[in-house]
């Protein structure tokens, strides 16, 4: 792995922070470093001016950067980390899928395109001024205009409910079948069925009030809607299978190397001397920020080695193809694609499989299915 050349600094100027982040990003598998690169281009853009959360925001992009360190040089949690959130399983990007995912994708026949249209026209007639340019009035209102209210919990009634219920049966299944071989992250579906915990009658026997079943659904559904693994395009999910497959190993998708490191006279001439004491440090930092203990759970992250004799000896930077495989692999089975039929509307999900861990026959083993057909029988 291309693992960074010098420690991490204590502090860093937000611009400086903003550089180490792309520079750290650079060097990630080409395969999904677009989608972290996007992300911190969004947040530092969207938050260049300074406000009340400025410093939470900073100490934010600080322990990203000690990810993005720590990942490239051979963290391999960290690694499987940004794995999940480039292709969209967690982070931002997840929920950026998720906010396309629930919209309507617009009427499913004839008659409810016809009804929208009669609306539509409906509304238009009534809010038209009359002759003289006087606002048509509506009996039993004021008049102001009264604002229509949101009922409370109806945000799922916006949704395209039936579309995402056969993503939470597909993923039901898929988690079955995936079993043993992959763990999903946050919690499994459980339930498929909106109203499992909406009563059939209330304490009077009467059916239940309206705004009770919109809470009990709304309720189900904030729930299965954190599980939910969004479906990615075609291209991107066949890259995710070739992938799995060792396509990282070719040039397009190999994980770049890093730069020569830059050497001044002055850098030269100080070689020798990293292990004299850092007074600036003492005198610019408290000692707890300075004297940090440097245990081998953070020294991929900041890149500061203790070398006293319990300092333990240093950890390996390289991450093996076959790690990548088996993590692309991982990710391929949380990953659905969705591709719907123009004539009938309806949609088919198809999930990734796991690898076969069978092996190739050899040809002494073959030997033995000589004269035998497919189904087993003798051939004649």
């Known amino acids: 792995m291309p693992a960074p050349w010098q420690p991490l600094p204590q502090s860093l100027q937000p611009l400086q922070l903003y550089r180490c982040l792309l520079r750290e990003a650079s060097y990630l598998p080409p395969a999904f470093r677009r989608a972290i690169d996007s992300t911190i281009r969004t947040r530092f853009h969207k938050n260049r001016e300074n406000g009340l959360h400025t ?6 992009a600080m322990s990203s950067l000690r990810t993005l360190r720590a990942a490239n040089s051979g963290d391999k949690a960290a690694m499987q980390g940004l794995v999940m959130k480039g292709f969209g399983r967690t982070g931002n990007r997840r929920r950026q899928l998720m906010a396309q995912l629930v919209k309507p994708q617009g009427p499913g026949d004839t008659q409810a395109l016809e009804y929208i249209l009669d609306q539509a026209a409906a509304t238009s007639t009534a809010n038209q001024p009359h002759a003289d340019g006087s606002k048509p009035v509506v009996p039993g209102e004021s008049s102001q205009e009264k604002k229509t209210r949101i009922p409370k ?6 949704w ?5 219920l056969q993503i939470i049966r597909s993923q039901k299944q898929q988690q079955k079948d995936t079993k043993g071989s992959t763990s999903w992250p946050g919690q499994s579906v459980k339930t498929v069925d909106p109203d499992l915990h909406v009563p059939e009658t209330n304490i009077w026997g009467k059916p239940p009030a309206p ?4 809470t009990k659904r709304a309720h189900w559904w904030r729930r299965n809607a954190d599980k939910i693994m969004p479906p990615l395009g075609k291209g991107e999910w066949d890259l995710l299978q070739r992938l799995s497959n060792g396509a990282q190993e070719a040039d397009e998708w190999a994980v770049p190397s890093r730069r020569p490191q830059s050497r001044t006279e002055s850098s030269t001439s100080q070689l020798g001397m990293t292990d004299q004491w850092n007074w600036e440090a003492h005198a610019t930092a408290s000692i707890a920020r300075v004297e940090q203990p440097r245990t081998m759970l953070r020294q991929r992250r900041t890149g500061q080695h203790d070398s006293g004799p319990y300092g333990g000896r240093l950890r390996s930077r390289e991450v093996s193809g076959r790690w990548f495989r088996r993590v692309y692999n991982r ?6 694609t969705m591709e719907q039929d123009p004539n009938t509307l309806r949609y088919t999900l198809k999930w990734g499989n796991a690898a076969p861990n069978l092996p190739s026959a050899t040809a002494s083993q073959m030997q033995v299915f000589e004269g035998v057909d497919e189904r087993g029988n003798k051939a004649h």
């Open 331 to 336: 990710t391929w089975q949380l990953t659905p």
């Open 211 to 214: 705004n009770l079943v919109r």
């Open 153 to 158: 919990n109806s945000f799922f009634e916006r």
């Open 55 to 60: 410093n939470k925001r900073l100490s934010k």
């Open 160 to 164: 395209d409910q039936p579309k995402l």
